[in-house]
């Protein structure tokens, strides 16, 4: 069993940024690939990031060279550091943990953490 804390969410203008992190519980958390996603109201939940537990990332077309993906197995937590952020980045943000590998569908994660707001004003 693993849970998931997410934190770091707020209100931040355009243009600046928010570090979003998530801390996870048991002692398998190295072997998991770990995600972000978001889902905006009216949305459906979309993966934002992921890295794999060697430690290979990915990021969606959207967070490509602004948002940065990383994990601490020793202290059991990812982050991810979302720089110029823009309107459209509004969503409430999960963390999610996934045995086998980053996939952008969501029934393939077998954790996930109970969400963090982000609110980017223009």
């Known amino acids: 069993q693993v849970q998931l804390v997410e934190s770091g969410g707020g209100l931040v203008q355009a243009g600046g940024s928010l570090r979003l992190s998530c801390a996870a519980s048991?002692?398998?958390?190295?072997?998991?690939?770990m995600a972000w996603f978001r889902q905006a109201p009216g949305k459906k939940r979309e993966l934002v990031a992921g890295v794999r537990s060697g430690g290979s990332t990915y990021y969606a077309d959207s967070a490509e060279g602004r948002f940065i993906i990383s994990r601490d197995n020793a202290k059991n937590t990812v982050d991810l550091q979302m720089n110029s952020l823009k309107p459209e980045d509004t969503a409430n943000y999960y963390c999610a943990a996934s045995r086998i590998g980053i996939s952008m569908a969501s029934g393939n994660y077998d954790y996930w953490g109970q969400g963090t707001q982000v609110t980017v004003s223009s």
């Open positions: 048991g002692r398998t958390f190295s072997s998991y690939a």
